[in-house]
């Protein structure tokens, strides 16, 4: 050994080396115990404010009662076919379903959610020429008549009575990718076919189809979660330019009118979104608490769980303490006080303040902050949402204004 090495590692040396150690081990024991009793009272005090406001809602809150599956829309045959996905024989009519309709409608005209065949908001129709160019047929009814057994399936399922779909935690039986992509699809169909019928004076059928849609868009809407929330929102986009385009084309009757302002009167977007944030806030917050030792109420192999379990391996408890203050503080001061229920509204002044602090929590490293860098930003959502709420609103007036022109043969003053 070099001389440079003897030199220091002598008994002395090595005792202080060693009281450095224990005296560091000691240090780190106490930083962790302090962070620990820090986050726990920062979360107990974040807990007692929260139920003094009246904002605090435990997972315990969301159950629902089981429906029969021939009564549920979550249960219908369609669905599970359309969620299917592979080479197994199982997936084979979902396979026959997406190959007729990439054959049928180009890529380019698949709406992504916020864009469609026609746009209410610029009075502008469907441009029937291109389908007719496309398509080679002047009937537009008859290239879509491949897809009415999806489409009579899908009806149907829609007119079940309730939906009740897995909460997340809860075994799912479909898968909602592929799903999510379907719908997308059936949507598609039905706003054309229903231009389509409106184009050859067949007001019913039309009234039929956006009836549809608004009632899947209902189920889904009356499901826990965000995911569940942003399907609403894509079908009640493809009923709007239906409704529109009767009106502009003064195909509907009264009795239709009166049908299809139920129907949008039945959805209400910001009352199902606001619910859906609580579902979300409160599922994060069991899961914190299981990870830490809390009640089990949700199976173990849950993804999230499972993600969150190996994130816990890697923080000390205080820090995770005060993430479960973070997210609380980001659902419920934040994203649901966006929220102006009574008033029908979501307030434009506060989701600028979800767009602050989502990017004070993309600059800051503080525990509190830390997990909340891998959640979607909520100002975007907000706004849609609050965007679908308006159209549906103002479809209402529409329906409104029309069946007073049909009453009295003009609009009112």
């Known amino acids: 050994m070099p001389n440079f090495f003897r030199r220091f590692l002598t008994a002395k040396t090595a005792r202080n080396a060693l009281i450095a150690l224990l005296v560091l081990f000691a240090a780190l024991v106490l930083y962790l115990n302090v962070e620990r009793s820090r986050g726990l009272q920062a979360w ?45 024989a199982d997936a084979a009519p979902a396979r026959d379903f997406l190959k007729r309709f990439d054959a049928l409608i180009p890529a380019d005209h698949v709406p992504n959610g916020l864009g469609d065949y026609a746009h209410w908001e610029t009075a502008e129709p469907v441009d029937l020429k291109f389908w007719r160019d496309h398509w080679k047929s002047a009937d537009l009814l008859a290239p879509l008549q491949q897809f009415d057994p999806e489409l009579s399936a899908f009806a149907d399922a829609a007119r079940r009575p309730a939906a009740v779909f897995p909460l997340e935690g809860e075994p799912a039986t479909i898968d909602l990718g ?54 609403a929102v894509d079908l009640q986009a493809a009923a709007l330019p239906i409704l529109w385009q009767g009106l502009a084309s003064r195909r509907w009757n009264d009795t239709q009118l009166a049908a299809l302002d139920h129907e949008l009167a039945t959805l209400d977007l910001l009352a199902a979104t606001h619910r859906a944030w609580q579902f979300e806030a409160a599922f994060s917050t069991a899961a914190f608490e299981q990870v830490l030792g809390g009640p089990k109420v949700i199976p173990d192999d849950n993804g999230i769980l499972t993600g969150l379990t190996d994130v816990a391996s890697r923080f000390p ?62 100002h975007q959502t907000l706004m849609l949402v609050a965007r679908a709420q308006n159209g549906l609103d103002l479809a209402r007036v529409a329906l409104a204004l029309e069946r007073s022109r049909l009453a009295t043969g003009k609009f009112p003053d």
Not at 49 to 70: C, E, H, L, M, Y
Not at 179 to 194: G, I, K, M, P, S
């Open 178 to 231: 592929p799903l999510l992509d379907n719908l997308t699809h059936l949507a598609c169909l039905l706003e054309l076919r229903a231009i389509a019928e409106l184009d050859q004076n067949l007001p019913g059928p039309a009234a039929d189809d956006a009836t549809t849609l608004l009632r899947a868009a209902q189920h889904y809407a009356s499901a826990p979660g965000m995911t569940y929330q942003m399907f």
């Open 44 to 88: 107990t005090d974040y807990q007692a404010r929260a139920k003094a406001a009246g904002v605090w809602i435990d997972f315990a809150n969301f159950t629902q009662a089981p429906v029969p599956d021939d009564q549920n829309f979550a249960a219908a045959p369609i669905l599970k076919t359309l969620s299917l996905t592979g080479n197994g």
């Open 317 to 378: 408890r205080g820090w995770l303490y005060q993430t479960m203050v973070g997210f609380r503080r980001y659902y419920d001061g934040a994203i649901l006080a966006s929220y102006d229920l009574p008033h029908h509204r979501i307030d434009p002044a506060a989701v600028a303040s979800v767009t602050k602090m989502e990017n004070d929590i993309a600059a800051s490293w503080s525990p509190y902050n830390y997990l909340l860098k891998s959640l979607a930003p909520a």
